[in-house]
């Protein structure tokens, strides 16, 4: 008997910090640093479907993610950068390189930005 796992992949979010400004006035980007979410599963949009974001707007997205009942939606704010991975990654060596290394490997299957999240009664989803 094949037992499928429902949540086969893992969810991260990356989070930007405010710009400060220091002493002499001059402006200091944000820190970056990815955090792990939740398990999930995605599923790719192979036919071109559209949805309609929160504006309005149709939208044909990449891909389908569907989270565990419960999940939080504020670290999932429309245009969050996304990356689901087939394995769980050290979030503390995430960076461009790694990203582009890990989709190349086939170990990092999407990286997008969140077009909209929707809280379901089985389950939540986001379309990337």
Known sequence: MVVLEQYPHYLYFLTISESTQDNNGTWQKGEQSWNFLCKCR???????????????????????????????????????RIIVATQELDT??????EI??????????IDKTNATFEIGRLHNRMWL
Do not use: C, H
Request: hydrophobic share 35%.
């Open 92 to 97: 503390e060596s995430i960076t461009e390189a």
């Open 42 to 80: 995605v599923e790719r949009n192979g036919q071109a479907a559209s949805i309609t974001t929160t504006d309005g707007k149709s939208f044909i997205f990449s891909a389908t993610v569907y989270m565990p009942k419960g999940t939080a939606e504020k670290p999932l704010q429309i245009g969050t």
């Open 100 to 109: 582009k290394t890990q989709t190349a490997n086939g170990i990092i299957l």
